[in-house]
């Protein structure tokens, strides 16, 4: 595996942290990377690196072992990239999502919501109704919220979001079969055929 999917950097941002994206992508999908290269790549010192690396270990994103510095007598720390913790996590990650929006959606569209102007508050008919439709922040009038687009957004990320996960599992059924890889040759250039371009051409009525 050379390239780490992309799904993992949206995990990693929402279950860890914008700030480890890049310590993610210095790791990659290398092995045992030493914490001082990674400091070196991502211009940081150890204790900053660290720090991330601690992070991304409170979720078991990375594994470490350590090796000791025959010249200079410490330890020196090499991190992986836990890729199938990282699935695991991924997940568990997508179906909570999933619920979520779901519960969103279902609650989108029964509940109605009334919204001012400057969009200070949001509140139901019934608090709106309490206060005249009067905004109680700001004073203007309170209308119904246009809600239809959000809902539509609402529905394409469950969409999108089932798409994925029904694709990783489908990856993840697949048996590990390395020689049926190895058959995946380039395509090769089709073969242009003059006489077939004609008569098709000249096929047309
Ligand atoms: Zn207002």
Not at 137 to 148: I, L, N, P, S, W
Not at 153 to 158: A, F, G, N, S, V
Not at 182 to 192: A, L, Q, S, V
Request: proline share 3%.
């Amino acid at each position: 595996m050379k390239q780490k999917p992309p799904q993992f950097e949206v995990l990693v941002k929402e279950v860890v942290g914008d700030e480890v994206v890049p310590l993610l992508r210095a790791l990659g999908a290398r092995r045992n990377v030493s914490e001082f290269k990674l400091a070196e790549k991502l211009k940081l010192n150890i204790n900053q690196v660290r720090h991330l690396l601690y992070k991304m270990h409170e979720h078991n994103l990375v594994t470490s072992t350590r090796r000791k510095d025959k010249k200079k007598g410490w330890y020196i720390y090499y991190w992986t990239f836990h890729v199938q913790e990282a699935k695991a996590l991924l997940t568990i990650h997508q179906q909570t999502k999933l619920e979520r929006l779901k519960k969103e959606l279902v609650e989108e569209s029964t509940q109605d919501h009334f919204i001012c102007k400057s969009e200070c508050l949001r509140l139901t008919p019934e608090e709106a109704l309490e206060n005249e439709f009067k905004c109680p922040e700001c004073g203007e009038v309170m209308v119904q919220e246009v809600k239809e687009k959000h809902i539509e957004e609402l529905k394409k990320q469950i969409a999108y979001l089932e798409q994925e996960m029904t694709a990783q599992s489908q990856e993840q059924k697949k048996p590990k079969n390395k020689t049926a890889k190895k058959k995946e040759t380039k395509k090769k250039k089709p073969i242009r055929r003059r006489s077939q371009n004609k008569k098709l051409a000249g096929g047309k009525s």
